[in-house]
Structures are given as C-alpha cells and as structure tokens.
C-alpha cells in the first residue's frame, strides 16, 4: 500500500519581480502626482532665489529629485520582512540622527535647532528622515503578527506610544514645533485605522492637549513661539516683528489675482519681501506668479497623490499595508495643511515645508521615500510571509 504525504506548507518567498515587471506594476498615477509636485517646487525654488544665487538653488533641487526618485525606486524592491526586521534600527538610526543636532555638528536657523552640517555646505534635516522611520515602525508594532484584520490590542498601543514619546521630546527640545505636529497627526491617525482602544487614546489625547494649554497659559515656550502664535491671532500687533511674515505672504498671494503675475516677474518673490519664499512660504510664489488657477493646480495634484495612497491603503492585503499608507498620506496631508495654512494666516507659522515642492534636499528625499512605501504596499509586497 502506498503511503500518500501530504506536502509541507511553503516558506519559501515570493521570486522577486524583475525590473521591466515592476516598473510595469507600479502604480504610475501616484508616481506622475507627485512627479508634477516635484517639478513645479523646482520651477518655483528657480524663481524665487534667482535673484539671490542666479538658479543655483534650483539646480541643486533637481539633483535631489534625481537622488530622490532613485530611492524610492530601491524602497518598492525591499522584501517584506527586511522592512519589518528593520523597523527598530531605523528607529534607533533616527533618534541617534535627531540627538546629534545637540553636538558640534548641529545647526540652529530660525529659533530652532534641527540641522546637522555636511561637507561641501550642505545641511540634513533629521527629522524629516524620522518621519519614514516613525511610520514603518509604527506600523510594524501596532498590526503586531496579526493577518486577518483584528484591531489593535492595548499592549500593542502602549508600545507605539512609547515609542513615539521620545521622538516627539527630541523634536520639542530642538524647537521644531512644526515637526511635532505633524509627527502627532501621522501617529493619531494610524491608531485610528488600526483601532487601537479608545480607552488608552483618550486619556493621552486629553493630557497632550492639558500639556499644550499649560505651557501657552503659563508661557513655558520659548519667546520666539510665543510671538509667533500672538501674530497668528493679531499680525498688525508686531507688523515689523514676528507679524512680518504673515503680512507679506498675504500681501503677495493677494497680488497674484487669477492668473498671476506670471513665472519670475512676482513682485513680492523677486524683491524679496516673504522670508524664506523658497522653502516655508514657497507657497506664496506659486500663488503670486501663478495665481488661483495655480493654487487649485497644486492643490488637485496633492489631492491626487493622497487619494491614491488611500486607495492603495483600502487595498492593501493586510493590516500592516493598510496602516503603513494610512501613515505616509496623513503625513503629506497634515504638512501640507500646516504649510499653507502659514502663508494664508489660518494656522500659526511653525516652519515646516509643503512637501515635494519646498527647497531642501532631506524634504525631497524623505517625501519620495514616502512614495516608495506606498508603491510597496500597491505591490502587494508587504504580506504576512
């Protein structure tokens, strides 16, 4: 009598796609968003520093969207589980990166501390970085070994927050209450879609907003973010001083009309009269030389490049695929939100970039990364393997 046995389960991976099947897989609608995103920030980074450096700043920017898109790129060919076996490490990477901003190396530009200086001139921004490494780590602890959808468990929550707090203390004492915020908003919202316990959400939620309350009551921040939120109530109150800002950026998307001054002939961008127009407030260059039809252009494309990672999310094979876009699309809608909302006066100026489109290498770098982990997750490549 013959013996039949049954054949063991496979553990074998998946083979990995070649080059040509994966380019062909790739989800081309998110990818020619935020390539338009990105080709628009160098035209505007162009226009508003050629009268300082004369293009150089734009050039610079093309080269960090080459570098970026070659990144991303290598991102959607990682296997499933090196992401994950390497969701600590980048964590432990971007803490070590944001604590070294406090050594000889760091640098301090506007108020805040968060820069790291490079040979040849060049500066990263660590926590823009810490962003991609917060998301997949946040992602990897809170879907845990579950495959078939279950919520996440108290143990699991308190573990990301944990995890979590001291990012946010790191980026607190370097100053950098933009980055903060964003990081929250990220956080928050891929508890939400993981379902983690409103009963461990709540309280945290409830004492995050006491803290805030008790240090504008008691004026515990620094007296350059206490101006800053004065000025976003009042501007006239400091018009010359921490009112400026807020001022000339109205002044110049009020000055962009329909269809704007036109691409190097805003009168606002090329006098220089908006500080920092190439990188915090580059969204007033677009509205003064491009004008409304220019905004609404950059809005659907931002609108485009979220509502395919949602899409990518709702898709997605499993809980770790769906948190992890969850994450990557509130980050480019909380930055974005926070970035114009400076420019129009609607949210205090925090100094954070629009993403794909403001001036900064590590900005370009990190979003696209962002890019890269969503067409990961559109691969169907993050599986429970």
């Not at 050629?50 to 990682?78: C, E, K, P, Y």
């Amino acid at each position: 009598m013959t013996q039949t046995i049954a054949p063991r389960p496979s553990t074998a991976r998946r083979p990995r796609l070649g080059f040509s099947a994966s380019l062909a897989r790739l989800d081309w609608v998110l990818i020619g968003g935020a390539l338009a995103l990105s080709l628009l920030g160098v035209v505007l980074v162009w226009s508003a520093t050629l009268v300082d450096d004369g293009g150089q700043s734009g050039r610079r920017q093309v080269l960090s969207l080459i570098m970026a898109l070659g990144l991303a790129f290598a991102v959607t060919r990682v296997e499933p589980r090196a992401l994950r076996a390497w969701a600590v490490p980048l964590y432990g990477g971007a803490v070590i990166g944001m604590l070294a901003v406090f050594t000889p190396l760091g640098v301090e530009v506007a108020g805040a501390r968060a820069w790291l200086a490079l040979p040849g001139g060049f500066t990263i921004q660590p926590s823009e970085l810490a962003k991609v490494a917060l998301i997949v780590v946040t992602a990897t602890i809170l879907t845990g070994a579950r495959s078939r959808g279950e919520d996440a468990t108290a143990s699991d929550t308190s573990k990301c927050l944990l995890l979590v707090a001291p990012l946010l203390l790191i980026v607190l004492a370097q100053r950098d209450t933009g980055s903060a915020l964003v990081m929250v908003g990220i956080v928050a919202a891929m508890l939400l879609v993981s379902g983690a316990p409103g009963r461990i959400l709540l309280p945290v939620a409830g004492g995050l907003t006491l803290v805030a309350a008790a240090a504008f009551m008691f004026d515990a921040l620094p007296d350059y973010q206490m101006a800053r939120l004065t000025a976003f109530v009042d501007p006239e109150a400091d018009a010359f001083g921490a009112g400026h800002n807020t001022i000339q950026a109205r002044i110049a998307i009020g000055a962009g009309g329909l269809f704007g001054a036109g691409l190097f002939a805003g009168s606002q961008t090329q006098g220089n009269f908006v500080p920092v127009h190439e990188s915090d407030f580059i969204f007033t260059v677009l509205a003064e030389e491009l004008g409304l039809i220019g905004v609404i252009g950059l809005l659907g494309l931002l609108g485009l490049v979220c509502w395919r990672g949602i899409r990518i999310g709702f898709r997605a094979r499993d809980p770790f695929g769906r948190v992890l876009a969850v994450g990557v699309v509130a980050w480019f809608a909380f930055q974005s939100f926070e970035n114009i909302g400076m420019a129009l006066g609607v949210t205090p100026i925090t100094g954070v970039t629009l993403p794909f489109v403001s001036y900064g290498g590590t900005s370009m770098i990190a979003a696209w990364l962002g890019i890269g982990l969503l067409q990961l997750v559109h691969l169907g490549r993050v599986s429970r393997v």
